[in-house]
T-cell receptor, first 115, second 105 residues
Framework: GAGVSQTPSNKVTEKGKYVELRCDPI?????LYWYRQSLGQGPEFLIY????????DSGLPNDRFFAVRPEGSVSTLKIQRTERGDSAVYLC?????????????FGPGTRLTVL | RKEVEQDPGPFNVPEGATVAFNCTYS??????FFWYRQDCRKEPKLLMS???SGNEDGRFTAQLNRASQYISLLIRDSKLSDSATYLC??????FGAGTRLTVKP
């Protein structure tokens, strides 16, 4: 079956611009996670959704970052006033059960470059 | 102190060698532990969960030491195809920086 998909695969933007990154989880998966990964580092947790609600948003670095999942499936990560330090690969993952109970499946990521 | 720490390596080993990685975690209340594999410019993929009693999957063995707050991954008879970065994860969402393994002929 289809895995987790993310669009776009690459995004280049200028400092100060607004970007939206989209994640389509595996159909039926109730849990959805956003991470970002910089070169040579592991995935850094940003936010976890269980259904439509953000169950844990403690990883969002500041108020420029926001994520939604209005219908409990597709999620959008929104970054306002982008900074060069936001450049990273943004990974989305989903799992069939709440965090800790089931395997996470990762999407291929969106590579964000802020010039 | 970071929540999850790993030796970044790199580990360069010959084919057939046995290699072990450790990962320490700071939160003593952590309940779930995992090892992921990540190939260059690809997404992480679950290698195995780590159970309290330790578990084995073919050439791979994972162990948990709650008293010392670390998990380990042992790879026996390493293959060229085992070359990758190995990430540990705690409570599903906290990852280490990864350990790079290169297996050479």
């Amino acid at each position: 079956g289809a895995g987790v998909s993310q669009t776009p695969s690459n995004k280049v933007t200028e400092k100060g611009k607004y970007v939206e990154l989209r994640c389509d989880p595996i159909s039926g998966h109730t849990a959805l996670y956003w991470y970002r990964q910089s070169l040579g580092q592991g995935p850094e947790f940003l936010i976890y959704f269980q259904g439509t609600g953000a169950a844990d948003d403690s990883g969002l670095p500041n108020d420029r970052f926001f994520a939604v999942r209005p219908e409990g499936s597709v999620s959008t990560l929104k970054i306002q006033r982008t900074e060069r330090g936001d450049s990273a690969v943004y990974l989305c993952a989903s799992s069939a059960s709440p965090a800790g109970e089931d395997t996470q499946y990762f999407g291929p990521g969106t590579r964000l470059t802020v010039l | 102190r970071k929540e999850v720490e790993q030796d970044p390596g790199p580990f360069n080993v010959p084919e057939g060698a046995t290699v072990a990685f450790n990962c320490t975690y700071s939160n003593s209340a952590s309940q779930s532990f995992f090892w992921y594999r990540q190939d260059c410019r690809k997404e992480p993929k679950l290698l195995m969960s780590v159970y309290s009693s330790g578990n084995e999957d073919g050439r791979f063995t994972a162990q948990l030491n709650r008293a010392s707050q670390y998990i380990s991954l042992l790879i026996r008879d390493s293959k060229l195809s085992d070359s990758a970065t190995y990430l540990c994860a705690v409570n599903d969402m906290r990852f280490g920086a990864g350990t790079r393994l290169t297996v050479k002929p």
